[in-house]
């Protein structure tokens, strides 16, 4: 499944990348391996980790990638948060804890 979904998405995103395609130095490429390596790795530590746990917190912990991943925009990148980012994360974070306290009751 992991593998048909990065061929899909590199067909995908190919598609959109040819009106304006440049092709990338040697500094580039090498940074787009690390990034599809650790990404690949990623992808599959995370996957291989919802064993592990139950399906109702592998969903919270699913849905807290956004939230994650916007505070680290906010942090590491000073992007800026919308009111509808920080309305969607408030809803992300408190149905989170309303699945994980009805999962313990």
Do not use: H, R
């Amino acid at each position: 499944m992991f593998f048909y979904f990065c061929i899909f998405g590199l067909v995908a995103s190919f598609i959109f990348c040819i009106p304006t395609w440049k092709w990338p130095n040697l500094k580039q490429y090498i940074l787009l391996l690390l990034t599809g390596f650790f990404g690949m790795l990623a992808q599959v530590m995370m996957t291989s980790a919802y064993k592990y746990c139950k399906a109702a917190i592998g969903g919270v912990l699913s849905m807290s990638t956004c939230v994650f991943t916007a505070f680290l925009g906010i942090l590491l990148i000073n992007e800026p948060l919308t009111v509808y980012e920080l309305i969607g994360a408030v809803l992300i974070v408190s149905s989170s804890v309303f699945v994980v306290v009805i999962d313990k009751g």
